[in-house]
């Protein structure tokens, strides 16, 4: 290393050295200075860039001073800025009137720009449907959008209150929120299928609040211990039923009795053709019950298990079927088949089970049980019949099934049995030889008096 | 023992001849003299002297057992698991042969460590057998290399997440560890690719690898002699007659033979009795089951690693375990230069450092299977 | 002595040699079922029918559509997992557990499958009707 010494000699290393950093600099040089320029107009550009990319919230002056205010007057920058109307363009003048561009609040809020103010609850519906029934008006924003929400609401029996006078039942904006309107599609709607029975729920299931309309309040409770709500929320099926699916969502009613089984078998076809065959569509009928409703009832709709049909104590026939009587033999019976090819199918899956563990390979006994349990999953179904001899049809099929592969399981045990004995024969072969070995080693080593332990 | 063909037990005219006859073109006699004289040490350690001679013979029933499977596997994602659901279930034994593959695989893992260990403990990688030391020890990373690579040949799902996560680790090594990654993978991922890498591993570059290797071990140890614990040396200098030595052959050869029998009859057991399970096809698009782990004899690296924080520093806790684990192997194999001549006394702090390594790889395995 | 080392040994050889020679030997069934297997033979199906199969450990269904044309696809629906069947009536497949249909290109179309059946490549191999899983799928 140089030492520096005021010389000739070290300024002329000096100015080496700072000639080799500055060749080492130029070709960087040569790219520092358009790289800074780029860096510098991407930061002035992307952030212009981005507001581009959102949509352009058409300015209200009502915005300024409302985003202070608590509720119930009070509507945020965000919560408008999540609105669907908003995103589409129209102002809080499009509902509420006013001039929107008057930043003070006499003259934004003056009547004669037309200010209405908070409209009246009867007059939510109308004021919406001026916009949300006029078919030309709506294919400018949406086309697909159905435009009879209205007139179905007329049908409704919250319209129909609403044109009493009832301003405590449910209009648009109880169900659709008013100042955060998303589309149903988005799953953060109260109105998206994931959340509807929540929304119905915070009138229907507050006791106090439905007092004076005398009907239950428990529903939704029925419904969250459903097999139905269980589909939508815990495995995400959205095609799952909920409140709107089966009442109707605009046209919101309860079915009636004689529709209930029109409404389940939209879904559930076979359940309702296999009914309509049974003797029990004509005396529910009769009886003024709802076909599907009387055994499943409405709301809680537990998944069904085999208890639910035959004479145990679990078991819904009963409830009309005494001893005796046709109907509480067959019951029994059909109750008996199922029990026996359940039963039937968990043997032969234990005795599977056995054989696997113990190394051994059932991957066709495994895949002729699948069939085994398509017997009993349609067997189950064909009980919607009531006549034991259909459903025997079904569980004779599966009974088959299972004992064949009751027998390979069987077979595969016999198979690891001939294995062992083959390992024993083995063991002995080679315990032979050791012993063999240790009397030859014994004797080779006492003759010879060598070494050995 | 005399050299004579008739002093020899058990000779017939036949053998003779045949002996003449490759002694006239191979000097066979000659081949076999170092042999004849090769003697075994006898004392109450003699027993550890058989773990070198099972791992040996593990390894020959791998590679028949390995042939006979190369008859029926195909190497190819498409095809690996069911032509091994094949050999379990078509093949007449099949389940016989394979079971016996990975049973022995598992026994071979285990006596080639245990003959490390006793060979550390007895003291017999130093001068003049640090080259056998160092065949050993390439040897023992060779075994763990063929265990990595054949388990995943199966391509079930343990195997693939197990092969997914051990080259992801080698991954972290620093500098070497992503070229690494990407040559043993045959590519970013685990793909077919790393399949057919795997397979091309385990049956041709390995099995090479460790024939030569298994040479020059056997080589070294037929040049150099067996070596005698240190205690046990100084105890027959100083009562010669005390010492005691047995033939090679055929005396501790018959012995060792019978060992092998054992070994056979113990994998029989376990073959029969608890069948190696052929799991479920692999699936990329799967997420990986829960508790997956390696095999246990990668198990007390991966539970350090557990065990390890996020962070020591600066530093990435697993990259430092690695580190620490690549220097330990390190220090492993140089032993032999590290200790200096048999009685020295750095020799005591390597016994203890091997007794605190078993400790330590016994208790991080068992703690890894205990805890959930 | 001699007898017991000599017998020995040659039982524990055979019984050692007797398992390797039948492994030799290949078995009949020389199918691996993994990505490709054969379903049928030509001719076996009539036209307008179905043929459940087995493909890999998972059924398949094979069918010959009116015009004459193959079709393949997993057999098993994606509601809860029953075997469907080819309804000759319907041109369609159909899940006889909850009415699920399916087209004859395995799209579900009707019922609560929520996902098509899985489609497979079939194509005639001398006598052989062979379906394979599709490529790159």
């Known amino acids: ?453 | 023992m005399a050299s004579s063909p008739e002093a020899t037990p058990a000779t017939s005219p036949h053998s003779n001849r045949l002996v003449r006859w490759l002694d006239e073109r191979f000097g066979w006699e000659q081949l076999l003299a170092p042999l004849r004289h090769k003697t075994v040490p006898v004392h109450k350690l003699s027993y550890w002297y058989f773990l070198g001679g099972i791992t040996f013979f593990l390894f020959t029933i791998q590679v028949l057992t390995g042939i006979l499977l190369l008859l029926y596997y195909r190497p190819s994602a498409n095809e690996a698991f069911e032509s091994v659901q094949y050999i379990m279930t078509q093949v007449k034994f099949g389940w016989l042969v394979r079971s016996i593959h990975s049973w022995s695989a598992n026994l071979m893992i285990f006596t080639a460590f245990a003959h490390m260990f006793s060979v550390l403990f007895l003291r017999a990688y130093t001068k003049p057998r640090e080259l056998t030391w160092l065949t050993g020890m390439v040897l023992l990373f060779l075994v763990l290399g063929f265990g990595f690579s054949g388990y995943l040949l199966p391509w079930n799902t343990l195997a693939f997440f197990a092969t997914k996560v051990g080259t992801e680790i080698t991954g972290q090594v620093p500098i070497i560890g992503k070229p690494l990654l990407i040559f043993l993978r045959g590519g970013e991922e685990v793909t077919g690719a790393t399949l057919t890498r795997f397979f091309g591993f385990h049956v041709a570059l390995l099995p090479g690898l460790a024939t030569v290797l298994i040479g020059l071990h056997l080589a070294l140890i037929q040049r150099l002699g067996i070596s005698v614990p240190p205690g046990q040396e100084a105890a027959w200098k100083a009562l010669p007659p005390n010492q005691r030595e047995m033939p090679f052959f055929p005396n501790f050869f018959v012995r060792e033979v019978m060992a092998w029998y054992i070994a056979l009859g113990v994998l029989g057991v376990l073959a029969a009795l608890y069948p190696w399970e052929l799991g479920t096809k692999a699936d990329p698009f799967v997420a990986a089951p829960a508790g997956i782990r390696p095999e246990w004899y990668f198990m007390f690296m991966f539970q350090t690693l557990k065990f390890l924080p996020a962070k020591l520093g600066p530093i990435d806790g697993e990259l430092l375990g690695i580190l620490g684990f690549g220097v330990a192997a390190l220090i492993w194999v140089l032993l032999p230069f590290l200790g200096g001549d048999r009685n020295n006394r750095r020799q005591v702090f390597i016994r203890g450092l091997g007794v605190f390594a078993l400790a330590y790889m016994l208790s991080m395995t068992v703690y890894g299977y205990m805890a959930k | ?137």
């Open chain 1, 1 to 453: 290393m140089a030492t520096w010494r005021n010389n000739g000699t070290a300024s002329a290393l000096r100015s080496k050295r700072t000639r080799r950093l500055l060749l080492l600099l130029r070709p960087a040089s040569r790219f520092l200075l358009p790289a800074a320029l780029v860096l510098a107009a991407a930061c002035l550009l992307l952030p212009a860039a981005s507001f581009a990319a959102e949509p352009q919230l058409a300015k209200s002056s009502c915005v300024d001073c409302h985003s202070s205010f608590p509720a119930p007057t009070g509507v945020t920058e965000e919560q408008w800025a999540t609105d669907i109307h908003a995103q589409k363009g129209l102002t809080c003048a499009s509902c509420h009137g006013g001039d929107p561009k008057d930043p003070s609040p006499e003259g934004a809020m003056n009547k004669k720009a037309g200010f209405r103010g908070k409209p009246k609850r009867t007059e939510i519906p109308e004021m919406c449907a001026k916009c949300h029934s006029d078919g030309a008006y709506m294919r400018q924003y949406n086309p697909s959008l159905r435009t009879d929400q209205f007139a179905q609401y007329q049908t409704s029996i919250h319209g129909k209150r609403l044109a009493k006078g009832d301003t405590k039942v449910a209009v648009c904006v109880d169900c659709h929120s008013v100042h955060g309107i998303r589309p149903a599609k988005d799953p953060r709607s109260t109105v998206n299928p994931l959340n509807v029975a929540n929304t119905c729920a915070r009138c229907h299931a507050d006791a106090a609040y439905m007092k004076e309309y005398k009907i239950n309040t428990d529903q939704f409770a029925g419904y969250s211990a459903s097999v139905h709500h269980e589909a939508m929320v815990v495995r995400g099926d959205l095609s799952a039923p909920t409140c709107t699916t089966c009442h109707g969502n605009h046209g919101a009613a309860p079915p009636g009795v004689a529709s209930v089984e029109n409404v389940c078998s939209t879904c559930h076809v076979f359940q309702a053709q296999l009914f309509d065959t049974s003797p029990h569509k004509a005396a529910f009928a009769a009886m003024g019950t709802g076909s599907c409703v009387t055994c499943h009832s409405n709301h809680r709709i537990v998944h069904p298990t085999d208890k639910l049909i035959g004479t145990g104590n679990e078991a819904v026939c009963t409830n009309c079927h005494a001893a005796g009587d046709p109907g509480f033999a067959a019951a029994g019976r059909i109750h008996d088949d199922l029990s026996r090819l359940d039963e039937a199918l968990k043997r032969s899956d234990q005795i599977l089970d056995k054989a696997e563990s113990s190394g051994m390979e059932v991957s066709q006994a495994r895949l002729e049980e699948a069939q085994g349990r398509d017997s009993l999953i349609k067997a189950r179904v064909t009980v919607h019949t009531f006549q034991p001899d259909k459903v025997e049809q079904d569980t004779q099929a599966g009974m088959k099934i299972a004992d064949k592969t009751y027998k390979a399981g069987v077979q595969a045990l016999a198979e690891r049995d001939y294995r062992r004995k083959g390992l024993g024969l083995a063991l002995i072969a080679i315990v032979a030889v050791l012993i063999g070995l240790r009397m030859y080693i014994r004797q080779a080593e006492s003759q010879k008096g060598e070494g050995g332990s």
């Open chain 3, 1 to 137: 002595m001699q007898f017991l080392l000599g017998g020995g040994l040659l039982a524990s050889a055979v019984a050692f040699l007797y398992p390797v020679l039948r492994y030799l030997v290949p078995p009949a069934a020389t199918d691996l079922g993994g990505d490709s297997v054969v379903a049928a033979k030509v001719g076996e199906l009539k036209v307008n029918s179905g043929k459940i199969f087995r493909f890999g450990s998972r059924p398949g269904l094979l069918i010959r559509t009116a015009d004459g044309e193959y079709r393949a696809m997993s057999a098993v629906c994606t509601h809860l997992q029953c075997t469907v069947q080819y309804r000759s009536d319907l041109h369609e497949v159909w899940c006889a557990c909850h009415n699920g249909m399916y087209d004859l290109n395995g799209r579900n179309i009707s019922g609560p499958p929520p996902r098509p059946l899985q489609a497979y490549d079939v194509h005639i191999n001398g006598d052989d009707i062979v379906v394979s899983r599709r490529r790159g799928a």
